[in-house]
Each structure stands twice: as structure tokens, then as C-alpha cells.
């Protein structure tokens, strides 16, 4: 709820900052990790920097969203921008791997709560007219960031030092806290409800339990390991009684009673998916450019930036239209142009010209853009301002669940299909007294790839090309469960009421 003398424009600026810096977190830690590798050590554990962070954020994401439901958008707001700061300051002054996971996990905390939250408090400030272009730009600005993180990360790394990738927060933060606390004047009449304490605790568990197991499976450990398996049980049991819990609890932490809802209960599923295939672009299109045409890994945020202006103009058009037409046919657009894009990836092979690259990325980024939109949108649609936070979160919460799994599964089908290749291609060499393959992955280093014999950099790079490009194919899969899911949204969409004061 909003008070009517709220100065909108200040309160936008503060949610966008937000938005920039909580979505560049993890794509900028991880241009830089190499180089915080190389000083703090601990080359076993670097995994935990990112996964802790992950972890927190994945598991505040549904609390927040409904305490902030339950006691106000800003209060919560507010916290997660201090804490994530806190956890940023702390981050910089790092000694350790094992200090940098735990600062990062406070860190992820914060980023929680930022979110889900930030396109909430769009939707109980703007009328429905206005809502579509608000989130558009939030959308464009979320889009861009998971883009132009790395970029930044390597320019920060390179010219003034890895701490300042966390030192850079503070000041964004601190003008973010300065906006929204000046200028966000939220309505003090909340309705107060129980806390589903089972539900809080019993999800929490259950979500570290699979992110632990996504992230360590296939690296620390075997997938077949006790420690593994162990983890996928705990995901269960906790989830199960997480799902015995909500259907007791008075007012629950995930209201099961919203995916009756079926535009609701399909922009789930989408966000899921989307996020799932989506990730694979953003880091096979980069290795795909060094292996193939040479490219250095410090320009792999301009690698994508064409991929950033598709997704940027998708999610402004996706916005703009909203209140045009319906959800559905927007996102048919979506899905086709994101067919198109991801089919003519998977086509690609050593002799593709640069240039068609580009315009894959452009059209591939243009589909995606408008997910960023139309679905946090969709997922609170017709909803009582008591349940928004819930429904944002729970969208922000399985987009990014989605990314997750999606690097995992897909990871591995790349690197296994990668193996299998070079096996190939090498078959009856190996006896050779003469030959020796070295390392595959100094064909991203370009004073060592220069010293790789042609016939054999020429088999590695195919191998590596055709294991990309073959992975692209197999996410046509899940991508044509998008399009399956579309033909169930209905056709809701906003209705604009031009005279209707802003409220909420």
C-alpha cells in the first residue's frame, strides 16, 4: 500500500539501482574468481563463493516475499538492501575462500529480499495503465545486468582489483536506501497473520539441501556418493513436509491454493523453463567464441551484448504492449522468436561468420526479453495486494531455480558430449610416441593456443563446437515445453482503466 504523496520517479530510480546491483552479483564474482583464486587460494573450495550466495538468495526469496506480504514492502526492502551491502563491505576485506563464502552468504541474504520485492512495490504503485512499461523497464534492467556483469567484472578485476566488485555496491546501495526511505511513503495498515514457522523452516532445508547437492554433485563429490545422495533425500522429506505444512498452516509461506490459478500456475512453469535454457546461452555463447574464433575471456560481456540489446528491447516492447493485448499472445511472440534463435544456435557450426552470430544472439535475446516482463506480471494478476509479494517471489524464486538446474544438467550433457568427441577424434593416436593432446582448455588462452599444432587445435575446436552447438538442440526440448505451457495461459490481461487513481 501506498500513501498518495508518494514522488514516484525517486522510488523507481532506488528499485532500479537495486535491481542492477543484486542482478550483476553473481555473473561479476564469477569473471573475477580466477584472479581471487590465484591471491586467497583455496582452489577446492572456490565453489562455495558461489553457492553460498545462491543458496541464501533462493532461500529468502519465498520468506520475504511473504513477510513483506504479511508487514509492509519497505521495511523489508530496506533490510535486504542493508544487508546485502554489509555482506559487500565484508566480502572486500575478505582473507579467505572459506571468509569470502560465509560474507557471501550474508550477502545472498539481502539479495533475497531485493527481488521479488522491487517488482512488487511497481504493482502496488502504479495504476494498471502504467504497470506494463514499469515493468518492462525493470525487466530490461534485469536482462541487461545478467549481461553486462561480466563485462564489468573483468574491467574492475583488471584495472583497480577484485575487492572493489564489492566495494562498487556501497554507493549504489547507499543512494538506493536514500531514495526509497526519502521518498516511499507505504501505507502503515498491514494485516497481521500468523508466521508459518514449519513452512519457513522445513523449505529452507529443503532448498539448501538441493542447491547443495546441484552445486557439489559432479564436482566435489560423485553423483552416485553417500554425501550427494544424502542431500536429495533430505530435498525430499523437507519438501514433503513443507508441502503437509502449507496445507495446515493458517497463512501459509506458499499459499498452494494460487497454482489454481491457471495464469498464475503457467507463468511458474514458464519462469522455470525460461530460466533453464536461458543460462545456457550466457555461458556456452562465450566459450563458443574463444574456442571457435579465438576471442579472449576479458570481452566476453561484449561477447553477449547483442544478446543484451534483444532481451533489453523484448522486455520494453513486452511491457509497452501489455496492456494491448493478452499475456498469451505476447508471449507467443516470445517463444517464436526464441525458437527461431536457439534453432539456428544449434545450426551453427566452425564456418558460421561472426556477423551471423550476432543476429542469432539479437533474435534469441529479443524472445527471452519478454519473460522479464510479462511474467512477474502475470504472476500476480488480478491478486489482493496481500499475496503479491508471495507470487513474486515464488516467480523469482523457480526463474532462478531453473538457472540453476539448467547450468547443471546441461553442463554436464556439454562436457560429456565434449569428451566424446575428443575421443573420437583422437581415436588411434594415443599410441603415437609423438602425439601428446595437452590440455583441451588452452584453446581459450591465446598464447598457448598459438603453440598447439594445427591438425590438432583444428579437431579440438570442432569437438568443442559441436558439443555447444548440439547441447543448444537438446534445450529445443524444454523450450518446446514453453510453448506447449503457452496454450494454457488463457487470455487475461491488464485492463486499463485511464481515470483510476493510483492505489493499492
Given at each position: ?12 530510480a532506488g528499485l532500479?539501482?537495486?535491481i542492477?546491483?543484486?542482478a550483476?552479483?553473481?555473473?561479476i564474482?564469477?569473471t573475477?574468481m580466477p ?6 587460494g583455496?582452489?577446492d573450495k572456490?565453489?562455495w ?8 538468495v533462493?532461500?529468502?526469496?519465498p520468506?520475504f ?11 523489508f ?8 551491502l554489509?555482506g559487500?563491505a565484508?566480502c572486500?576485506i575478505a582473507q579467505?575462500?572459506?571468509q569470502?563464502?560465509i ?5 545472498g ?6 527481488m521479488?520485492?522491487?517488482f512488487t ?10 504497470r506494463?512499461?514499469m515493468?518492462?523497464?525493470l525487466g530490461?534492467?534485469?536482462g541487461?545486468?545478467?549481461i ?5 567484472g ?6 583497480i582489483g577484485w ?5 562498487v555496491?556501497?554507493?549504489i546501495?547507499?543512494v ?8 516511499y511513503?507505504e501505507?502503515?495498515?498491514?494485516s497481521?497473520q500468523?508466521i ?5 523452516i522445513?523449505?529452507v532445508?529443503?532448498?539448501v ?8 554433485g559432479?564436482?566435489q ?10 542431500l ?9 513436509i513443507?508441502?503437509?505444512?502449507e ?6 509461506i ?6 489454481k490459478?491457471?495464469l498464475f500456475?503457467?507463468?511458474?512453469i514458464?519462469?522455470?523453463l525460461y530460466?533453464?535454457?536461458f543460462?545456457i546461452l550466457t555461458?556456452?555463447i562465450?566459450i563458443f ?12 560481456g ?5 544478446m543484451?540489446l534483444?532481451?533489453?528491447?523484448g522486455?520494453?516492447i513486452g ?6 493485448t493478452s499475456?498469451?499472445n505476447l ?8 525458437i527461431?534463435g536457439m534453432?539456428?544456435?544449434?545450426s551453427?557450426?566452425v564456418?558460421?561468420p561472426?556477423?551471423l552470430l ?6 534469441v ?6 519473460s522479464f ?18 507470487a513474486?517471489s515464488?516467480?523469482?524464486f523457480?526463474r532462478?531455480?531453473g538457472m540453476t538446474?539448467?547450468?547443471t ?5 556439454q562436457?560429456?558430449i565434449?569428451?566424446d568427441?575428443?575421443k ?6 594415443q599410441?603415437?610416441a609423438?602425439?601428446k ?8 588462452q ?6 598447439i ?5 583444428d ?12 547441447t543448444f538442440?537438446l ?16 487470455n487475461?490481461?491488464?485492463?486499463s482503466?485511464a481515470k483510476?487513481?493510483?492505489k493499492?
Amino acid at each position: 500500500m501506498i500513501k498518495q504523496d508518494t514522488n514516484l520517479k525517486p522510488v523507481v530510480a532506488g528499485l532500479l539501482l537495486a535491481i542492477l546491483m543484486a542482478a550483476m552479483d553473481n555473473t561479476i564474482v564469477a569473471t573475477a574468481m580466477p584472479t581471487i583464486v590465484s591471491e586467497l587460494g583455496g582452489f577446492d573450495k572456490f565453489i562455495w563463493v558461489t553457492s553460498a550466495y545462491m543458496v541464501a538468495v533462493m532461500a529468502g526469496m519465498p520468506i520475504f516475499g511473504k513477510l513483506s506480504d504479511m508487514y509492509g514492502r519497505k521495511r523489508f526492502f530496506i533490510f535486504g538492501l542493508i544487508v546485502f551491502l554489509i555482506g559487500s563491505a565484508l566480502c572486500g576485506i575478505a582473507q579467505s575462500i572459506v571468509q569470502l563464502s560465509i560474507y557471501r552468504a550474508i550477502q545472498g541474504i539481502g539479495g533475497g529480499a531485493l527481488m521479488p520485492i522491487a517488482f512488487t512495490i511497481v504493482f502496488d504503485i502504479f495504476p494498471p495503465e502504467n504497470r506494463g512499461k514499469m515493468t518492462g523497464l525493470l525487466g530490461a534492467v534485469f536482462g541487461a545486468a545478467s549481461i553486462l556483469g561480466p563485462l564489468l567484472g573483468a574491467y574492475i578485476t583488471d584495472y583497480i582489483g577484485w575487492h572493489w566488485i564489492f566495494y562498487v555496491n556501497v554507493p549504489i546501495g547507499i543512494v538506493s536506501i536514500f531514495l526509497i526511505v526519502s521518498f516511499y511513503h507505504e501505507s502503515l495498515q498491514h494485516s497481521k497473520q500468523k508466521i508459518d514457522w514449519w513452512g519457513a523452516i522445513t523449505l529452507v532445508i529443503s532448498v539448501v539441501s538441493l542447491m547443495f547437492a546441484l552445486e557439489l554433485g559432479g564436482k566435489q563429490y560423485d553423483w552416485n556418493s553417500t554425501q550427494i545422495i544424502s542431500l536429495f533425500a533430505s530435498f525430499f522429506i523437507f519438501f514433503v513436509i513443507f508441502f503437509i505444512a502449507e496445507l495446515k498452516a493458517a497463512e501459509p509461506i506458499l499459499p498452494l491454493w494460487l497454482f489454481k490459478r491457471r495464469l498464475f500456475a503457467t507463468s511458474q512453469i514458464l519462469a522455470f523453463l525460461y530460466g533453464a535454457t536461458f543460462i545456457i546461452l550466457t555461458v556456452f555463447i562465450p566459450i563458443f567464441v574463444q574456442a571457435v574464433y579465438g576471442g579472449t575471456a576479458k570481452n566476453s560481456g561484449l561477447i553477449l551484448t547483442p544478446m543484451m540489446l534483444g532481451s533489453v528491447a523484448g522486455s520494453s516492447i513486452g511491457g509497452i504492449f501489455m496492456v494491448k493485448t493478452s499475456y498469451r499472445n505476447l508471449m507467443f511472440v516470445s517463444i517464436i522468436s526464441y525458437i527461431a534463435g536457439m534453432f539456428l544456435l544449434g545450426s551453427m557450426s566452425v564456418d558460421t561468420p561472426r556477423w551471423l552470430l550476432t543476429i542469432y544472439m539479437i533474435l534469441v535475446g529479443f524472445g527471452v526479453g519478454f519473460s522479464f516482463s510479462l511474467l512477474p506480471t502475470a504472476s500476480i494478476h488480478n491478486l489482493e495486494p496481500q499475496y503479491r509479494g508471495t507470487a513474486n517471489s515464488t516467480n523469482s524464486f523457480l526463474r532462478s531455480f531453473g538457472m540453476t538446474l539448467g547450468v547443471t544438467v546441461f553442463g554436464t550433457i556439454q562436457g560429456n558430449i565434449f569428451t566424446d568427441k575428443l575421443k573420437d577424434a583422437f581415436k588411434g593416436m594415443q599410441g603415437s610416441a609423438n602425439f601428446k593432446m595437452g590440455d583441451p582448455r588452452e584453446i581459450f588462452q591465446a598464447d598457448q593456443r598459438s603453440k598447439i599444432p594445427g591438425f590438432i587445435l583444428d579437431k579440438i575446436i570442432h569437438a568443442m563446437s559441436d558439443s555447444i552447438t548440439q547441447t543448444f538442440m537438446l534445450t529445443m526440448i524444454p523450450i518446446a515445453l514453453i510453448f506447449i505451457t503457452i496454450f494454457f495461459m488463457g487470455n487475461a490481461r491488464i485492463e486499463s482503466k485511464a481515470k483510476a487513481p493510483v492505489k493499492n
